[in-house]
């Protein structure tokens, strides 16, 4: 695959330019130009513009085009590729059971707390051979890529155990070398309280830092890690400790944050400098107010609300204090069985009072800067690389409209066409 491409005729060529996360009213400025086009030479962009203006120039350069394939996008809207930044792809089992057992009102806590929830999936994680994991978590992929992703993250967290979790993070290593999806790993050893440390919560860190966390760090398994920050969880003081001493080994610092409570995560996000706080259903208004000062990503996720029947995150507010908000899946087995990005669209449309515009921004660049990636990719602007949706329709206003379908047409990852819903989907063409 030559990976140079030319995107021509967009009726919307919405490039969300920029390089860093958008911030309260910046959100709303998509950038949109009409009749668009986009280059892209060995998978960067090189031009973006209007079309009569982008073949002009690439005549006036002398540019040989010869090696170059078309897409004429006329009628349709070009979008950057979706950076869903919030997931836990990899893991064994399901629970299908535990969604039924919520449905009758049982909470996720008090499942947990009984040795469900994350608990039954470490148990099915560490059964699983490795290749197994690898061509679930390919599979998963796949359908992320139909609906538009091409940057994921995926968090460990199912293994709680040092031979596990360096096996869920050497899985994404491989995912990430055998699939077209750029995968962020995040270490998240702290994702739960196995029961023969239940009490002991301050002796499973000690073992975290000392067991676990140098060998991811010294093999450069994960670039974040992440804590489940919660009451009955891991502590304000606790998480403090384990992020503090991930900083120095080079991982830089993500938070599962007043979720299930208030409990001060999104505070702590703001004092050692996290780069995402995720959740925040409960967090405090002097929280979200700090987070808009400090420019920590406030990473919403909407479908887990949705599928635990609890409140909204208050993303409209959030947006009004400042804040850079992300949208992201939360895919995983148990409290959010969801990949699907236009589900996720119209959840923030319909019960957080977020625009499509908000929405788009916060599905690319604001996404890519939680993940440290907006210098690369999160928009569409020439240097950085060629990750380009094309959608059925010819706006981007589409995308929360037709309530949890896809209306993804085209995938280009790094200037290769890697999905088209034309030919039969064809994942990983």
Request: hydrophobic share 45%; charged share 25%.
């Amino acid at each position: 695959m030559n990976a140079n491409l030319i995107i021509k005729n967009a009726s919307e060529l919405v490039t969300c330019s920029g390089f860093a996360a958008k911030k309260g009213k910046e959100m709303s400025e998509l950038g949109i130009i009409a009749d668009g086009a986009v280059v892209i030479e060995r998978g960067k962009i090189l031009r973006v513009g209007g079309t009569a203006e982008v073949m002009a120039g690439l005549k006036d350069s002398g540019k040989d085009l010869s090696g170059f394939d078309t897409i004429n996008a006329s009628g349709k809207a070009v979008l950057p590729g979706f950076v869903d930044s919030h997931t836990h792809l990899v893991f064994g089992g399901y629970r299908a059971d535990e969604y039924a057992w919520r449905l009758k009102g049982d909470s996720y806590m008090d499942i947990l707390q009984r040795g469900g929830g994350i608990l039954s999936t470490v148990r099915a994680t560490r059964s699983a051979a490795r290749q197994d994991l690898v061509q679930s978590g390919l599979k998963r992929l796949d359908s992320m890529l139909a609906f538009g992703v091409t940057t994921v993250e995926a968090k460990s967290g199912y293994g709680l155990d040092r031979e596990t979790e360096i096996k869920q993070l050497e899985v994404m290593a491989d995912l990430n070398r055998l699939h077209p999806l750029d995968l962020v790993s995040t270490f998240m050893g702290a994702h739960a309280v196995l029961p023969e440390f239940k009490g002991r919560e301050d002796a499973y860190i000690d073992f975290v830092l000392a067991e676990v966390m140098p060998e991811v760090a010294s093999r450069k398994l994960a670039e974040f890690c992440d804590v489940f920050c919660e009451k009955n969880v891991f502590s304000v003081a606790q998480s403090r400790r384990l992020l503090n001493r991930a900083a120095p080994s080079g991982l830089k610092a993500k938070l599962h944050a007043d979720e299930i409570v208030q409990l001060g995560g999104a505070e702590l996000a703001v004092e050692i400098g996290a780069v995402s706080a995720d959740h925040l259903l409960h967090v405090s208004d002097d929280g979200i107010r700090a987070m808009a000062g400090a420019g920590v990503v406030a990473t919403l996720l909407p479908a887990t609300a949705f599928s635990l029947r609890e409140p909204y995150a208050r993303g409209r507010f959030m947006i009004d204090a400042g804040c850079a908000v992300a949208l992201a899946t939360d895919f995983n087995p148990g409290s959010c069985f969801c990949e699907s990005i236009p589900l996720i669209a119209a959840l923030a449309a319909l019960y957080m009072d977020l625009t499509p515009e908000e929405i788009v921004t916060a599905l690319t660049i604001n996404g890519a800067a939680a993940l440290g990636r907006a210098q690369v990719v999160g928009s569409i602007d020439p240097g950085k690389q060629g990750d380009v949706v094309m959608l059925e329709h010819p706006s981007y206003r589409f995308i929360p409209y037709h309530i949890g379908v896809s209306t993804v047409e085209k995938v280009i990852k790094n200037g290769n066409l890697v999905f088209d819903k034309e030919r039969g989907g064809h994942p990983r063409c």
